[in-house]
T-cell receptor, first 113, second 116 residues
């Protein structure tokens, strides 16, 4: 089955700096790649997603890039703020939808003042 | 619009017992997925239901089962509970705008199950 690896497991950045989280997937049939943010004690929330027919997508301070050849995708957060502190999960699906997602192991992002 | 709701929020059971968890999706959403979240294994897909049919299934033993009702509400059942079943069980719903073109997946708050 699909396997998603996520790095780093923890990331500490200063406020205003950029943060990058990387994921690799194993199955070339995967075609939908969402990113979720989970704050302590709360439910995961979708922050951005990308489909396999797109190489890059941006939403304000957040961007995701996809390299299908290398089978990896990355989350970029610019001008980080303390409220960006959370655990971020990448995921992949072969269904073209959020069905049957395989998640990465998560990255704990800490934004310090 | 009300979000995804799950009941109960917390549950304590003993080994060997069975448990039923409930999930009410966002109105109009016909896809409901279930996930198990643990510190060691992370978020793992259990199964997905769409229009009362199980559409996708993860790699969990047959002790884990589910169903979906005509109003899209879903239940999952775990029989013969084991200590390792202690986890946060999350359900999520999404609106499928066209076959293979699902919308954003919204998670519920989860049910925290503790098996003693």
């Amino acid at each position: 089955g699909e396997n998603v690896e996520q790095h780093p497991s923890t990331l500490s950045v200063q406020e205003g700096d950029s943060a990058v989280i990387k994921c690799t997937y194993s199955d070339s049939a995967s075609n939908y790649f969402p990113w979720y943010k989970q704050e302590l004690g709360k439910r995961p929330q979708l922050i951005i997603d990308i489909r396999s027919n797109v190489g890059e997508k941006k939403d304000q301070r957040i961007a995701v890039t996809l390299n299908k050849t290398a089978k990896h995708f990355s989350l970029h957060i610019t001008e980080t703020q303390p409220e960006d502190s959370a655990v971020y999960f990448c995921a992949a699906s072969m269904t073209g939808t959020a069905s049957k997602l395989t998640f990465g192991t998560g990255t704990r992002l800490q934004v310090t003042l | 619009k009300a979000g995804v709701t799950q009941t109960p929020r917390y549950l304590i059971k003993t080994r060997g017992q069975q448990v039923t968890l409930s999930c009410s999706p966002i109105s109009g959403h016909r896809s409901v997925s279930w996930y198990q979240q643990t510190p060691g294994q992370g978020l793992q897909f259990l199964f997905e239901y769409f229009s009362e049919t199980q559409r996708n299934k993860g790699n969990f033993p047959g002790r884990f089962s589910g169903r979906q009702f005509s109003n899209s509400r879903s239940e999952m059942n775990v029989s013969t509970l084991e200590l390792g079943d202690s986890a946060l069980y999350l359900c999520a719903s999404s609106l499928e705008v066209a076959p293979g073109q699902g919308g954003e997946q919204f998670f519920g708050p989860g049910t925290r199950l503790t098996v003693l």
